[in-house]
């Protein structure tokens, strides 16, 4: 029962967020992410584990075209262990400030939510471990920094645990 109570609580604590989407609506510079991520954009990152060791390393070279209602990102990730991964995001404007999200690895749809200079994306994405795909969901942070760079910060969890963080920089060419 004692195991119960402190994993019940432990979710209940990792499931509450002090940051909204929303506390950023009057902040500058605002970013679109149709308007950001058309064209080229280059991109950095560190994989950390959950007590903050680095583990893995990348580059990765994104490329975007918006259609007015879509935007289709094509990203390509060259980690520093010699692996390549790629992944295709087709994100559809609901309206000014929402969003959803298809890739292939991506269980559903991703939400999104755009305020002032922050975007949220929150997603359950298949990774593969050891063979097999288990399912990791994103809270995904971008910060739109100034004209051509964002900030972004991803906490990964498995059944509300924090089991990974991932820091991007983009640099739009």
């Not at 990792?14 to 950023?24: E, H, L, R, T, V």
């Not at 990774?127 to 051509?148: A, E, H, L, N, R």
Request: with cysteine.
């Amino acid at each position: 029962m004692r195991f119960f109570t402190l994993f019940t609580l432990i979710i209940l604590l990792n499931g509450c967020s002090g940051m909204k989407p929303i506390d950023f609506k009057d902040q500058k510079p605002r970013l679109i992410i149709e308007n950001y991520f058309t064209g080229s954009v280059k991109a950095w990152g560190i994989l950390q584990n959950r007590s903050g060791k680095v583990i893995r390393q990348f580059s990765a070279d994104l490329s975007g075209k918006w259609d007015g209602t879509q935007l289709v990102l094509d990203e390509k990730f060259n980690w520093s262990d010699g692996e390549i991964q790629t992944r295709q995001w087709k994100i559809n404007k609901i309206d000014e400030h929402n969003y959803e999200g298809t890739a292939g690895d991506v269980v559903g749809k991703a939400k999104g939510y755009s305020y002032g200079p922050a975007f949220k994306f929150e997603y359950v994405l298949l990774v593969p471990v050891k063979g097999k795909q288990i399912k990791i969901t994103f809270d995904d942070w971008i910060f739109k920094q100034d004209d051509k760079v964002a900030i972004n910060k991803a906490k990964m969890t498995k059944f509300g645990i924090k089991i990974a963080e991932l820091t991007v920089f983009f640099v739009k060419d």
